[in-house]
């Protein structure tokens, strides 16, 4: 059975410089947009494809688990995507994904860390979100393991052609 794992920032909410007034480290963090195509490709991605098998997975210490919890609730994000707030998963270490992953038993996983997706050797489709070029830099041996994607009209031809 095929199932979809996704990070959170970066991926589904939007990174926003951080002296902004909507950047999501600031007070006015519930502003923070979501990625462009974010909201809408989860919610085909779920109908087309995943179903009940599509997950959230996000590595952020316990303010920002917090805050992110309200930004998805705020942006109504789980009636927009179909998406099951039990399929939200936290952990506080990168390298925790994997073992996530694995037990939720992830065949295709989103990210926008190329660091994060080296991890996730139990994964056999791992797409690269609109990649920073010093992050990869930094973690080039994983390149040829990953697909790189510019956005998320991309991963919808790869996933659902």
Known sequence: ???????IGGVVIARVDPRSDTSFFGDNYLETPAVPG??????RLAEERFGENLFLVSKCGLKTEQRTREWLSHHLIYARTGLDPERLHFCRQRHEKAPICKALGIT???????EVLGYLESVP?????????????????????????????????????
């Open 1 to 7: 059975m095929e199932s979809l794992g996704v990070d």
């Open 125 to 161: 489709h791992r797409y690269l979100f609109n990649a920073d070029a010093a992050e990869v830099a930094a973690n080039v041996q994983h390149l040829p393991d990953v697909t790189p994607v510019d956005g998320w009209a991309e991963i919808l031809r790869e996933l659902l052609g």
């Open 38 to 43: 974010a909201i809408e490709a989860l919610r």
């Open 108 to 114: 295709h996983f989103v990210d926008d860390r190329l």
